[in-house]
Structures are given as C-alpha cells and as structure tokens.
C-alpha cells in the first residue's frame, strides 16, 4: 500500500480504475507487469524488507509509463524500462520513509551507479 501511495504522490492519481497485485509462487517464470491492472510479484518480496520494495516500485511505475505513455511496439520497450528504472528509486525512497523506516543514501547512491554503469 505505501508503494502505491508513494507512486500517486510522484506521479499523480492512478491512470487506470484498478490495479490487481497477484503473489505468485517461486516457480513462476515471469514477474512484472502482466496487463494495464494486473502486476505478478514473487512471495519473497512480502518478508517485510523494505529495501524489496524497489521491485514493486519498478512495476507500479510502468503504470504510468509502460501503459498510458509507451512503445509503439516491441523494440523500443527500452522506453518504458528507463522510465521504470528512472523513477523506482524515487517511488522506493518515500515508500521506505511512508512505512517508518530510514532512508539508506548509501544504497541508493550505489545503485545510482551500476544504474550508471550498465
């Protein structure tokens, strides 16, 4: 919940009317965003690390950018995953801060970098 309170307070109401989040088992082969409403997120993720949540922060951002703003078909999916990429950190940090925990600089400055790098 504080994820997607996070993501509205960046970005703004929800697009879409609904957004489904499926907890799937560990053999599932495909995380990430199934359709406009419907997101698949491993089991693993609901162990109460907050520093897990930059995953579903990821998917909640292809709401807005993957769905209402996206490719014209498959090979410039690029696109939607930069603006995911871009802003899951954004949508991380106060989510983090929403559910009481402290922000850790140090990680997110790391992770700016491989961003960086890669």
């Known amino acids: 919940r504080e994820a997607v309170m996070a993501a509205v307070d960046?970005?703004?109401p929800y697009p879409l009317p609904k957004l489904d989040v499926l907890v799937v088992p560990r053999s599932f082969s495909g995380l990430g965003l199934a359709s406009p409403n419907l997101t698949f997120i491993s089991a693993s993720l609901l162990s109460g690390d907050p520093g897990l949540l930059v995953k579903v922060?990821?998917?909640l951002c292809h709401g807005w950018f993957g769905i209402?703003?996206?490719a014209k078909d498959w090979t410039e999916a690029w696109l939607s995953e930069g603006?995911?990429?871009f802003?899951?950190?954004f949508v991380h940090q106060k989510a983090v801060t929403k559910l009481g925990h402290e922000s850790n600089d140090v990680l997110m400055k790391m992770r700016a970098k491989i961003k960086l790098k890669s």
């Open 57 to 59: 922060s990821h998917e």
């Open 87 to 89: 802003l899951e950190d």
């Open 68 to 70: 209402m703003v996206g």
């Open 10 to 12: 960046i970005l703004g």
């Open 83 to 85: 603006f995911a990429t």
